[in-house]
């Protein structure tokens, strides 16, 4: 069974970049037909999907964040990335990566566990 | 985008006795629709998609209804570890832009 965790700093300044990586166990990131995605919960939007990728290169990003979002893979190290440019308070959330796994196309069956990102000074 | 609305946003009931928690597309989205629960400090958890078909593993007091823009997911015999809050997820885009409900908490009575 794939299992996600989530990696990256706890607080970032305004204005600057916010990177994560999901480290991907359990299974290749390049096999089966799967997308990754990256959602983040904030108390003031809820869930709010931020885009998703596939192995062949292949994203999708939500129109709100797209200015600010870069997605990537390293299939080399089971990895996918997360860059949200020019952060402000309002992307303080709990960032989880996600994956849709066999027989749940759009939906997200497999979660890592989340992690917390402060944007303060 | 589709905008997804979760009503109650508090329901409370007893143990044992049944709850209907219902979610609202600002369009249609056939039947592309999926439920998850979160409880306090996890990640969510897939419960049904297709708007009635459930996950793995999920017990069948969990059953989802409806299709375009009304639906509905009751869970009877509610146990102790159902107290929890439940999203809504619509799927409906192409390019995909997935939207969730703002959630309905289920506490206990």
């Known amino acids: 069974q794939v299992q996600l965790q989530e990696s990256g700093p706890g607080l970032v300044k305004p204005s600057q970049p916010l990177s994560l990586t999901c480290t991907v166990s359990?299974?290749?990131?390049?096999?089966?037909?799967?997308?990754w995605s990256w959602i983040r919960q904030s108390a003031g939007k809820g869930l709010e999907w931020i885009g998703r990728i596939y192995t062949s290169g292949s994203i999708n990003y939500n129109p709100s964040l797209k200015s600010r979002v870069t997605m990537s893979v390293d299939m080399s190290k089971n990895q996918f990335s997360l860059n949200l440019i020019s952060v402000t308070a309002a992307d303080t959330a709990v960032y989880y990566c996600?994956?849709?796994?066999?027989?749940?196309?759009?939906?997200?069956?497999?979660w890592g566990q989340g992690t917390m990102v402060t944007v303060s000074s | 985008e589709i905008v997804m609305t979760q009503s109650p946003a508090t329901l409370s009931v007893s143990p044992g006795e049944s709850a209907t928690l219902s979610c609202r597309a600002s369009?249609?989205?056939?039947?592309?629709l999926a439920w998850y629960q979160q409880q306090p400090g996890q990640a969510p958890r897939l419960l049904i998609y297709?708007?009635?078909t459930r996950a793995t593993g999920i017990p069948a007091r969990f059953s989802g209804s409806g299709s375009g823009t009304e639906f509905i997911l009751t869970i009877s015999s509610l146990q102790s570890e159902d107290f929890a809050v439940y999203y809504c997820?619509?799927?409906?885009?192409?390019?995909?832009?997935?939207?969730f409900g703002q959630g309905t908490k289920l506490e206990i009575k």
């Open positions: 359990g299974g290749s990131i390049n096999s089966g037909s799967f997308y």
């Open positions: 996600a994956t849709e796994g066999d027989g749940y196309p759009d939906t997200f069956n497999i």
């Open positions: 369009q249609s989205v056939n039947s592309n």
């Open positions: 297709g708007a009635s």
């Open positions: 997820q619509q799927y409906n885009n192409w390019p995909p832009m997935y939207t």
